[in-house]
């Protein structure tokens, strides 16, 4: 088992890890994830329920109002890599504190939102005024929920998983995928009973209390702070997730010169583009074929379930075979999604979709997670994981807007969508160069001792 590190004397209260009887990254992973719900209300799925209201409430056209969403996104993009050194410096038990308080207190502000632009006057169509309300509202939701809590609950989790980190992705993925696919049915129903400032309350509560109580009670840094090793698994032999000793590892700034990086980045981005776009219009998209708004928002529930089939097969997977599969597996999972945008009116259509969506989310879930502390270790990984939270917020912030412009100067999402049928071949190519940085490192380490380097 090696050498038990000793602990930090900060990472025993209130209690002391090691007298769990068993592992306490299994812990780790339940509050992790729980955190990585913040997401939801900022995120397209979860804000669907709301779009329609607040365009009528603050007199917002929809592509002011994607506007307003972009900027906010695009605000969170850029705090990320703050948000990935924060963590590296200050834990992440002080940032995760910091972020579910500070994300409990905007979505109770932004329940307040209608009754503030009445107060200002808000009675001009696109005023400045609705416009702006919107803005500090997605902004402090994107910044906080996204930004801060998904960097900081993905970096505790993969920090505690090495061997085993292919079971904590699919556990990880699988909830993700219902809270996120669910989000927008069972918003609905909270929103058609209690109303829609009501639900915004509930909200804020629940992570301004709930979560961030779990953050100070449970969330821990890593096994190695609180004087434990990590769990090894019994059989890893044909695992790719060997843990990289924290001499070998990369710091954020040499990830950021791999050609891996960049590659696998890429195909996040670009359906990171595509996932949020179509999300975020699904009720107008669903309009231009008269499909009703409940059944769009239900096409959400089919797509979760092939969203956990294939991450249960993605993720087993992933333990053994080269990153670059599955980022083809990514590539191709988009094309599908477009072919069934193109088409979202006939059956075929809505089911490519479906089928392309599901995939590529439950890919998009291991890709975002497993190739970084594989590659470049553990030791920098909050900093590593900012840029990384910071290049997939900055594109999905492109994703609303895309489709909103393209509805709005053209009548149609057909263009936004031929956008990115154009930039598939490219994701194609560069998933094709995708290698292991951290294998090459080695192997070349090993040459220039045989020869004397």
């Given at each position: 088992?090696?050498?038990?590190?000793?602990?930090?004397?900060?990472?025993?209260?209130?209690?002391n890890v090691k007298r769990f009887p068993f592992y306490y990254g299994w812990v780790v992973l339940v509050v992790g994830t729980m955190g990585m719900m913040a997401a939801v209300p900022g995120s397209p799925p979860g804000l669907s329920v709301f779009i329609d209201p607040m365009l009528s409430d603050l007199r917002l056209s929809r592509d002011t109002f994607s506007l307003a969403y972009t900027i906010g996104t695009l605000m969170a993009g850029i705090a990320a890599p703050f948000a990935g050194w924060a963590i590296d410096h200050y834990g992440v038990r002080g940032v995760a504190t910091f972020t579910?308080?500070?994300?409990?207190?905007?979505?109770?502000?932004?329940?307040?939102?209608?009754?503030?632009?009445?107060?200002?006057?808000?009675?001009?169509?696109?005023?400045?005024?609705?416009?702006?309300?919107?803005?500090?509202?997605?902004?402090?939701?994107?910044?906080?929920?996204?930004?801060?809590?998904?960097?900081?609950?993905?970096?505790?989790?993969?920090?505690?998983?090495?061997?085993?980190?292919?079971?904590?992705?699919?556990?990880?993925?699988?909830?993700?995928?219902?809270?996120?696919?669910?989000?927008?049915?069972?918003?609905?129903?909270?929103?058609?009973?209690?109303?829609?400032?009501?639900?915004?309350?509930?909200?804020?509560?629940?992570?301004?209390?709930?979560?961030?109580?779990?953050?100070?009670?449970?969330?821990?840094?890593?096994?190695?702070?609180?004087?434990?090793?990590?769990?090894?698994?019994?059989?890893?032999?044909?695992?790719?997730?060997?843990?990289?000793?924290?001499?070998?590892?990369?710091?954020?700034?040499?990830?950021?010169?791999?050609?891996?990086?960049?590659?696998?980045?890429?195909?996040?981005?670009?359906?990171?583009?595509?996932?949020?776009?179509?999300?975020?219009?699904?009720?107008?998209?669903?309009?231009?074929?008269?499909?009703?708004?409940?059944?769009?928002?239900?096409?959400?529930?089919?797509?979760?379930?092939?969203?956990?089939?294939?991450?249960?097969?993605?993720?087993?997977?992933?333990?053994?075979?080269?990153?670059?599969?599955?980022?083809?597996?990514?590539?191709?999972?988009?094309?599908?999604?477009?072919?069934?945008?193109?088409?979202?009116?006939?059956?075929?259509?809505?089911?490519?979709?479906?089928?392309?969506?599901?995939?590529?989310?439950?890919?998009?879930?291991?890709?975002?997670?497993?190739?970084?502390?594989?590659?470049?270790?553990?030791?920098?990984?909050?900093?590593?994981?900012?840029?990384?939270?910071?290049?997939?917020?900055?594109?999905?912030?492109?994703?609303?807007?895309?489709?909103?412009?393209?509805?709005?100067?053209?009548?149609?999402?057909?263009?936004?969508?031929?956008?990115?049928?154009?930039?598939?071949?490219?994701?194609?190519?560069?998933?094709?160069?995708?290698?292991?940085?951290?294998?090459?490192?080695?192997?070349?380490?090993?040459?220039?001792?045989?020869?004397?380097?």
């Amino acid at each position: 088992m090696g050498v038990i590190p000793a602990a930090k004397k900060s990472q025993q209260w209130p209690f002391n890890v090691k007298r769990f009887p068993f592992y306490y990254g299994w812990v780790v992973l339940v509050v992790g994830t729980m955190g990585m719900m913040a997401a939801v209300p900022g995120s397209p799925p979860g804000l669907s329920v709301f779009i329609d209201p607040m365009l009528s409430d603050l007199r917002l056209s929809r592509d002011t109002f994607s506007l307003a969403y972009t900027i906010g996104t695009l605000m969170a993009g850029i705090a990320a890599p703050f948000a990935g050194w924060a963590i590296d410096h200050y834990g992440v038990r002080g940032v995760a504190t910091f972020t579910f308080l500070g994300l409990g207190l905007v979505l109770i502000l932004t329940a307040f939102i209608p009754s503030v632009h009445a107060a200002i006057g808000g009675s001009a169509v696109n005023g400045m005024g609705g416009f702006l309300l919107v803005l500090i509202a997605f902004g402090g939701m994107r910044v906080m929920g996204v930004a801060f809590g998904m960097t900081v609950c993905r970096t505790m989790i993969f920090r505690w998983f090495a061997e085993r980190r292919n079971l904590a992705a699919i556990i990880n993925g699988i909830v993700l995928s219902l809270s996120f696919s669910s989000a927008p049915v069972l918003l609905n129903i909270i929103a058609n009973r209690v109303g829609t400032q009501a639900t915004w309350m509930v909200l804020g509560l629940l992570f301004a209390i709930g979560m961030t109580l779990v953050a100070l009670i449970f969330f821990r840094d890593s096994p190695e702070a609180c004087g434990v090793t990590i769990e090894k698994a019994k059989n890893a032999k044909d695992s790719r997730d060997t843990d990289i000793p924290e001499h070998l590892s990369f710091t954020a700034r040499q990830a950021l010169r791999t050609s891996a990086f960049w590659a696998i980045n890429l195909a996040i981005a670009t359906h990171a583009i595509i996932g949020t776009g179509s999300a975020f219009h699904i009720v107008s998209l669903a309009g231009e074929s008269d499909i009703l708004r409940d059944a769009a928002l239900k096409l959400f529930l089919p797509i979760s379930m092939v969203n956990i089939a294939s991450t249960l097969f993605f993720g087993w997977y992933s333990r053994r075979c080269p990153m670059r599969l599955l980022v083809l597996v990514l590539v191709a999972a988009q094309a599908l999604t477009l072919m069934g945008l193109l088409y979202f009116g006939e059956n075929y259509g809505r089911l490519l979709f479906t089928l392309g969506s599901g995939i590529g989310w439950g890919t998009f879930g291991i890709l975002i997670n497993v190739p970084w502390p594989r590659f470049f270790g553990r030791k920098h990984l909050g900093s590593i994981n900012g840029y990384v939270s910071g290049i997939t917020i900055l594109t999905s912030g492109l994703g609303p807007y895309l489709f909103g412009l393209s509805k709005a100067t053209s009548g149609s999402f057909d263009p936004a969508i031929w956008l990115c049928i154009a930039a598939t071949p490219l994701c194609l190519l560069a998933a094709l160069t995708v290698r292991n940085p951290n294998a090459t490192r080695n192997r070349l380490r090993r040459t220039a001792v045989i020869i004397g380097d």
